[in-house]
């Protein structure tokens, strides 16, 4: 499964996200739905200011709950 560690998070990132003090196999252990791992990655690259890749993830996720719940901000 593809997680937000995939993607080489600084722990800057990390703390931003709330994943802050979690090794990548603590939070592999814990986290198994693609759907809100997508959800993940989209907010890492909103935070890099990588719209086009951030919304790519989002397209990805196919629950319209976690779509709604991760939808970028208007601009």
């Known amino acids: 499964m593809e997680t937000v560690f995939d993607h080489e998070p600084t722990a800057e990132e990390l703390k931003y996200l709330f994943l802050s003090g979690q090794s990548r196999e603590e939070y592999a252990s814990s986290h198994s739905d693609q759907e809100t791992e997508y959800g993940n990655i989209y907010a890492l690259y909103m935070i890099r200011g990588n719209r086009e ?4 993830y989002l397209n990805r996720i196919r629950n319209p709950k976690e779509r709604f719940n991760s939808k970028p901000p208007e601009t």
């Not at 890749?53 to 790519?56: D, F, H, P, V």
Request: no cysteine; glycine share 0%; net charge neutral.
């Open 53 to 56: 890749k951030a919304l790519e």
